[in-house]
């Protein structure tokens, strides 16, 4: 994980575009070199499922990570939650910020909507693909039920309680609205459109992201990467946030295998370098006054946590010495 120096810039903006609101979380450590990353949660969840990648890859650029409508505590629309309504706030907040070249991360059904964006804009150079979803012979919501479940079987505790935070923000009622769409959606009809090399990830046991789907991906893409980390499952840009973040970084670069496997050792989040009560518990005060925050729509409140969380994970994973 990063070192204390250079410091860690947190703020919190919100997009509105006619009417409908996008919450920005932005990091930098000051480093202007890079490209800018931006990350898009799947359904339900927020940029909190970030927390460790997000930190990882502002030591190269400037890190935005996207809370959608609907999701976060943001308010819903109103409107159709389509892969394509939520590339068109993407594409507002790439637009806000003058990104030209972004490198986009979708997580799940954020693949989706990056691939909405992908099949827009040409001029993107690089694009990452974790754990797409959903694999046309299982685009139903009982198998994807059965898929989740037996995914998150694998993952911690600490995930399950990200997730399950998540979806009592976003609640039940706008869940179920973005479900059809999501599972209607064809990625891999969607995905040649565009001409980024791809890099799609996905963890060993991840079971609504198959490799099947991946193969059928990497056929239909124009140029694309395929890797797995051993050990993960869905949520592999939370567990194995490491891993995720070297082989982005690797791909920007040009400096990857078309295919491969990286093991769990190298990919997982370790133990904190600096762990104790205090850390444990500023850490947990700072995510429940966000969630707390976000219940009330308190913008403020949210940024306050945020920012507060960001810098007690910056200070207990930075190296000792």
Same mark, same amino acid.
């Given at each position: 994980?990063?070192?204390?120096?250079?410091?860690?810039?947190?703020?919190?903006?919100?997009?509105?575009?006619?009417?409908?609101?996008?919450?920005?979380?932005?990091?930098?450590?000051?480093?202007?070199?890079?490209?800018?990353?931006? %990350?898009?949660?799947?359904?339900?969840?927020?940029?909190?499922?970030?927390?460790?990648?997000?930190?990882?890859?502002?030591?190269?650029?400037?890190?935005?990570?996207?809370?959608? +409508?609907?999701?976060?505590?943001? +308010?819903?629309?109103?409107? !159709?939650?389509?892969?394509?309504?939520? &590339?068109?706030?993407?594409?507002?907040?790439?637009?806000?910020?003058?990104?030209?070249?972004? =490198? $986009? $991360?979708?997580?799940?059904?954020?693949?989706?909507? =990056?691939?909405?964006? $992908?099949?827009?804009?040409?001029?993107?150079?690089?694009?990452?693909?974790?754990?797409?979803?959903?694999?046309?012979?299982? &685009?139903?919501?009982?198998? !994807?039920? =059965?898929?989740?479940? !037996?995914?998150?079987?694998?993952? /911690?505790?600490?995930?399950?309680?990200?997730?399950?935070? &998540?979806?009592? %923000?976003?609640?039940?009622?706008?869940?179920?609205?973005?479900?059809?769409?999501?599972?209607?959606? #064809?990625?891999?009809?969607?995905?040649?459109?565009?001409?980024?090399?791809?890099?799609?990830?996905? @963890?060993?046991?991840?079971?609504?992201?198959?490799?099947?789907?991946?193969?059928?991906?990497?056929?239909?893409?124009?140029?694309?990467?395929?890797?797995?980390?051993?050990?993960?499952?869905?949520?592999?840009?939370?567990?194995?946030?490491? @891993?995720? &973040?070297?082989?982005?970084?690797?791909?920007?670069?040009?400096?990857?295998?078309?295919?491969?496997?990286?093991?769990?050792?190298?990919?997982?989040? +370790?133990?904190?370098?600096?762990?104790? %009560? /205090?850390?444990?518990?500023?850490?947990?005060? /700072?995510?429940?006054?966000?969630?707390? /925050?976000?219940?009330?729509?308190?913008?403020?409140?949210?940024?306050?946590?945020?920012?507060?969380?960001?810098?007690?994970?910056?200070?207990?994973? #930075?190296?000792? @010495?």
């Amino acid at each position: 994980m990063p070192d204390e120096s250079p410091p860690l810039d947190v703020q919190v903006d919100t997009y509105e575009r006619d009417g409908v609101r996008t919450r920005v979380t932005r990091m930098s450590t000051g480093v202007k070199s890079g490209p800018t990353f931006v %990350l898009i949660a799947g359904i339900g969840v927020a940029a909190t499922y970030f927390e460790f990648l997000a930190p990882l890859l502002a030591e190269r650029g400037d890190v935005l990570a996207l809370d959608l +409508p609907g999701f976060g505590g943001v +308010p819903a629309s109103g409107r !159709q939650p389509t892969a394509a309504f939520f &590339a068109d706030q993407v594409e507002g907040v790439l637009d806000h910020y003058d990104l030209d070249d972004p =490198v $986009l $991360l979708g997580h799940s059904m954020g693949t989706q909507v =990056v691939t909405e964006v $992908l099949a827009r804009r040409a001029g993107l150079s690089h694009v990452v693909l974790v754990s797409p979803v959903v694999d046309e012979g299982e &685009a139903n919501a009982l198998i !994807q039920a =059965v898929r989740f479940v !037996q995914s998150t079987a694998r993952e /911690s505790i600490h995930i399950a309680l990200l997730a399950f935070s &998540a979806y009592l %923000l976003c609640g039940v009622l706008y869940f179920l609205e973005a479900l059809p769409h999501m599972l209607r959606y #064809r990625i891999s009809d969607r995905v040649g459109l565009g001409h980024a090399r791809l890099l799609l990830l996905r @963890g060993e046991f991840d079971r609504p992201s198959p490799r099947r789907l991946h193969s059928r991906l990497m056929a239909r893409a124009r140029r694309a990467r395929r890797w797995e980390i051993e050990g993960a499952a869905h949520c592999v840009v939370n567990s194995h946030a490491v @891993g995720v &973040a070297r082989l982005v970084l690797r791909h920007i670069d040009d400096d990857l295998a078309a295919k491969g496997r990286m093991p769990a050792a190298e990919a997982a989040v +370790p133990p904190a370098a600096h762990a104790d %009560l /205090s850390m444990v518990l500023g850490a947990m005060a /700072s995510r429940f006054a966000e969630w707390i /925050s976000a219940a009330a729509k308190d913008e403020d409140g949210v940024e306050r946590a945020k920012v507060r969380h960001a810098r007690v994970l910056w200070r207990a994973y #930075r190296p000792k @010495g």
